[in-house]
Structure formats: C-alpha cells, structure tokens
C-alpha cells in the first residue's frame, strides 16, 4: 500500500494537527437558506440534471446513504491544539476542511487566500492589443463564453491530443466562478488533496457544503492518496455524507510539483470507482520547468483515464493571461451526462452573472490560438521561474527547511517545522503567525498553509517566485532576456535576505540545541 505523508512520517507534509471544523459545516453540509434545496434534504427542486456517466439525477443523493445525523455532525470535531514546540496529532484521512476565518481573530478574513502567482513579467504586446481592439464594443458577451472563444478553446485542447467540441465547453471569469457552478450543479460533498490551491475551498463553502481534505502522497501535491480517499469516502457516506465531486491538479498549486501519471490513474482510478466525478485543474500545465536534460515533465491527462467522469478546468490568469485578467474554460465530458452538466453550469452561471468582460474574452481567445509570441513568452517563463524556484528550493534545503522539488508554476511549498523551537521562542506558533513573520523578514509576501487546507497549527508557507524579480516594473523584464535571472542583482538580493532569514533561524536553532554548561 502506497504511504501518505502522514503515515511515513515525513515532516515536510504530515499536517500538524487536526483543523477545527467550519461550524457551517458541523450540520447536514446543505445551503441554508437556498430556495432551490428542499428543506431537511440535499435534494433540489426543478430540473433533475443528470450526472454524468449515469442515469441518475445530478443532485441524486448515493442509493444507500443515509440521513445526516448526529454522528457526522460530531465527526469534525478536533482535538486541543499542542503545546509549542510539542508535535500535534496528524489527522484522520479525509479531514472535514477547516475555514480559518473561524479560528483566529484579529487577522483578517483569512478564508480567503492569495491570487493566482502572476509571472511578474511584462505583457506581450499582441495580448494587449487583441484587449484593446475589443475594448470600445458594447455588447454583452454570453454566459459560457462567445463561439469565437469556444473554438480557441477547443483548438488549444485538440493540440494536446484531446478531443473537444465547443459545445462540451464553457468559459467563465475566472475559475472560482467555473468550479462553484460545477459544484452547484452536483450538489453533495466536496473532496481535495490536502494542501490545495487557495481558491477552491471557498467555493464549497459558498454553497453551504461539507469540505473533506485527503492527504496527498509522499512525493508530491495535486492528487489524493487513493487509499485514504477510498476510506475517506466509505467513512463519509457511513456518516450519513453524499461525497459526489473531487477535485484534483496534475500540476499543483502550492506544492509547485507535477503528479507522476501513475499516481493520476490511481487516484482516478479510485475516485471514479467510488462514484465520484473528478475536476481536474489543468492551469499550471504549461508552465512546467525545462529539466537539467532538457525535456520538461509532462502531466497527466486525468480525462483520458475515465473519460465519462472528468471535467477539466483551466484558469488563463495568472499562467497565460495576467493575474488580474479573469478567463477560465472548462471542458466537459462528450457523453449525455456530460451535456447535461454543461448545461447546469451554464444555468449557475447565468444566474450569478458571470460574464467574461468582452476586452478579456478577446485576449484570452488570442492565447488560447497559441500565436508564436505567446507560446515564446510561456517557455521563456517557465524557464525564468524554473530557474528561481530550483534557486529558493536549494536555499531552504541548506537551511533545514523541507519542500518538495518544484517542476511546475511559479511557487514552492515549505515546511519550517524543522525550526518550530526557534520560531516559537520568536513568538510564532502557527500558520498565520509565521505569515506575518516570515513576510516581514523576507519583505515578500508569504501566504501560509492554513490558506491552503493545512492545519493553522502547522508552520507551512507558499512562497512565489515572481516576488524574487522585485518590485521594479522596468526591471523585472530583463529576466526573459539575461543568460542566467540569477545573475540579476535583485534577484540576488531576494535570495541573499531569504538565506540570511533562514539562517538566523537556523543558528537559534542550534544554540536552542547546545547543552546548557
């Protein structure tokens, strides 16, 4: 049996203790307050959309399963957070998701995470111009997105082998916007690998359903372990739960690592065995690292695997539009069921006004055509912030930091548990506290893992590795051009102050480690 973070005891990725759960989440999971849910049940009213792959209404609850009742209202209860210093308990798998807005006062709404990790480098000329030629038009763009952005959408999937039809595709503005509507249109449970992308928790919660977090395996993020995702489900539907939807990245955002396939297929293998329908987002697939020999990792195709049961999802901002450019597009399944989805989450769409703006609609139709400048400025990127994760990764390797080896997107994912005695006698014993910490110290931000479905009592950070080419708009460019980004001088200083940090932790450590005379 394939180990879990949590069971081979790896430090850098067994959570340190149980999140409390979203008191929203201790009752029943269903939206109070929703008129379209009948009230008592997680049935709704009207139109019985059918899920896909199967001649059972969407939001069907499992043949079986039943009542919620007190047992899986009990079942999120965690335990006392450690002492300081002292390990805490790793979680059962399958983890009702914490909403750290309810744990800690005094800091902001953190259920909310960051943005999508921008490039911090210039944009191409053809994307503004694409932006600006469609900006003096009045005309609403439709919800799922206008043919014209369709086609380009199904053209960017045919060049990677996959089949697509236009009407199998909706776009929206942004992919928190896509995954809510998918999530609305199946009802039931929500399940992620823990950690996950900052994003897709709150979506959940949005709809008043129940969160469950899976350990991801040993040797990188974006998956579930599929043996604690099987027991996770078996668990969830003896509690009275309706487990209906999984969401996975082949590239993973924040780990910054690409599943290998046969860990895709497994959990895939799993997910679709136990009923489940998968999103799988794809939204760092191309911004994986040029390798030392040259050819780049190539994720999984998770819709290849169990075709009738995948929707795959990717957001444009942030790895092929800039961040604050919301585009997103989701392919869904050829099959009846997989029209029949399309067709819900167009309605949520709709209802929720989730229109691209139709100056974005146009450049995200450029990218999505692939022209020989932005296919360019993609490589070139990836090879820049390659580059500099391998850079930040080996600082924080010197530095007793631990983190899996990034291959994909513009982040790491680093565990300072190693240094919680040296953190604690600084005053930081937690995930939002080592936040503010460890921003201030490095003069970057530097998101904790709580954001990211790990526990607030774990001492995790993602950091972003645009933030190594500095605040200097007129200077962050030259990193697409110079031999070596690393040779540039902010870069050095980033990496300089980030090592120098590091290791006053390091040394507090180990003086905090000498024997008293």
């Known amino acids: ?3 879990t973070h949590e069971e081979d005891g790896d430090p850098a990725r067994a959570p340190s203790g149980t999140p409390a759960p979203d008191p929203g989440h201790a009752a029943s999971g269903s939206p109070t307050g929703d008129p379209a849910r009948a009230p008592g049940s997680g049935t709704p009213t009207g139109d019985p959309a059918r899920a896909p792959g199967s001649g059972t209404p969407i939001d069907a609850p499992v043949s079986g399963t039943p009542a919620v009742g007190p047992a899986r ?7 006392p957070a ?3 210093g002292a390990p805490a308990a790793a979680p059962a798998p399958g983890t009702p998701a914490a909403d750290p807005g309810t744990q800690r006062l005094g800091h902001g709404p953190l259920r909310y995470g960051p943005a999508l990790p921008g490039s911090g480098l210039s944009v191409p000329p053809g994307i503004v111009r694409a932006a600006l030629a469609a900006a003096g038009t009045e005309e609403a763009a439709p919800v799922g997105g206008g ?3 369709l086609r380009a959408a199904a053209g960017y999937w045919e060049r990677r082998g996959a089949r697509a039809r236009p009407d199998r595709i909706a776009a929206a503005p942004g992919g ?11 009802g039931g449970d929500v399940l992620t690998p823990r950690p996950c992308p900052a994003w897709w928790l709150p979506q959940a919660r949005l709809l008043g359903r129940t969160t469950y977090t899976v350990p991801t395996p040993a040797q990188c993020g974006g998956v579930p372990d599929p043996y604690a995702l099987l027991e996770t489900v078996r668990r969830v539907r003896a509690e009275g739960g309706d487990p209906r939807l999984l969401v996975i990245a082949v590239a993973d955002d924040p780990t910054g690592t690409v599943a290998p396939p046969e860990l895709v297929h497994e959990a895939v293998e799993a997910a679709a065995g136990a009923g489940l329908h998968i ?4 939204t760092w697939r191309d911004t994986t690292h040029p390798a030392a020999h040259g050819r780049e990792p190539e994720p999984a195709r998770p819709a290849g695997m169990a075709p009738d049961r995948v929707t795959v999802l990717v957001d444009l901002a942030g790895a092929l539009l800039p961040g604050d450019w919301p585009a997103a597009v989701a392919r869904f399944p050829a099959t009846a069921g997989g029209g029949a989805l399309h067709d819900a989450v167009l309605d949520v769409l709709a209802g929720t006004g989730a229109r691209i703006a139709a100056p974005v609609a146009a450049a995200a139709r450029h990218v999505l055509t692939e022209p020989a400048e932005v296919t360019a400025r993609t490589a070139a990127s990836a090879r820049v912030h390659g580059r500099i994760a391998a850079a930040v990764h080996d600082t924080l ?3 007793d930091v631990l983190a899996l080896p990034p291959t994909a997107g513009r982040h790491l994912y680093a565990d300072l548990g190693p240094l919680r005695a040296a953190l604690a006698a600084r005053g930081v014993t937690d995930a939002q506290e080592l936040e503010d910490h460890l ?3 490095l003069g970057m931000p530097a998101p904790g893992g709580h954001r990211f479905g790990d526990a607030l009592t774990s001492l995790r950070v993602r950091l972003d590795t645009a933030a190594f080419l500095g605040t200097d708009p007129r200077l962050r460019p030259q990193a697409l051009t110079v031999p070596d980004p690393l040779e540039m001088p902010q870069v050095k200083r980033a990496l300089t102050r980030c090592a120098t940090a590091l290791d006053g932790l390091r040394a507090d450590d180990a003086r905090r480690r000498e024997p008293t005379p």
């Open 73 to 79: 209202a009990a079942s999120g209860t965690s335990a």
């Open 279 to 282: 999103v799988s987002d794809e």
């Open 176 to 186: 928190a916007p896509l995954l809510l509507a998918v999530a609305a249109a199946l």
């Open 397 to 399: 390797r010197r530095a």
């Open 439 to 441: 921003g201030t110290l």
């Open 1 to 3: 049996m394939r180990r």
């Open 147 to 149: 043919p014209d952005l």
């Open 82 to 84: 450690p002492a300081p």
